[in-house]
């Protein structure tokens, strides 16, 4: 991945490209979500961000997440329980879930998975694998 500041100002620059303002609270968002490993939800987010400026609303948290998406910057990554989780890392990865207490861990597999060309009509243009279990943690 990138240097987290790297992604920062690719973000802040792709911002005035199209137009939208950055600001304070926009810029939180993502830096959250860039420092995160946890694969927050918006509600996660928006409470970190409520620290720092505690007059955000949950609205604007919501449509800065999809505005992130939108650009390329975060990845939807699977939803948990009623809420949608986001990752900033948006390299090919794949990720551990647990069944137990919902945590979310980023993997790598060199070999990838091989896809068959056609797939009922549907031509993939990527694909992310989700696998469930129990953490370690949980395991125990």
């Known amino acids: ?15 005035r490209e199209q137009g939208l303002k950055i ?27 409520k620290k720092k400026y505690p007059f955000v609303s949950l609205a604007t948290v919501y449509r800065t997440v999809e505005t992130l998406e939108q650009m390329g910057f975060a990845k939807r990554v699977c939803y948990w329980g009623n809420s949608v989780r986001y990752d900033a890392n948006t390299e090919e990865h794949h990720h551990l879930i647990c069944t137990n207490c919902g945590s979310i861990k980023d993997i ?26 129990l953490c370690p943690n949980c395991k125990n």
């Not at 993502?30 to 928006?46: A, D, G, M, R, W």
């Open 1 to 15: 991945m990138e240097l987290k500041e790297d992604m920062l100002k690719a973000f802040v620059d792709k911002c």
């Open 23 to 49: 600001t304070p609270q926009r810029v939180a968002v993502y830096e959250i979500l860039l420092n995160s490993h946890t694969h927050p939800t918006v509600e996660e987010i928006y409470e970190e961000v």
């Open 108 to 133: 790598y597999l060199e070999d990838g998975i091989n896809l068959p060309e056609n797939l009922e009509g549907f031509k993939p243009a990527g694909y992310s694998v989700n696998i469930y279990g």
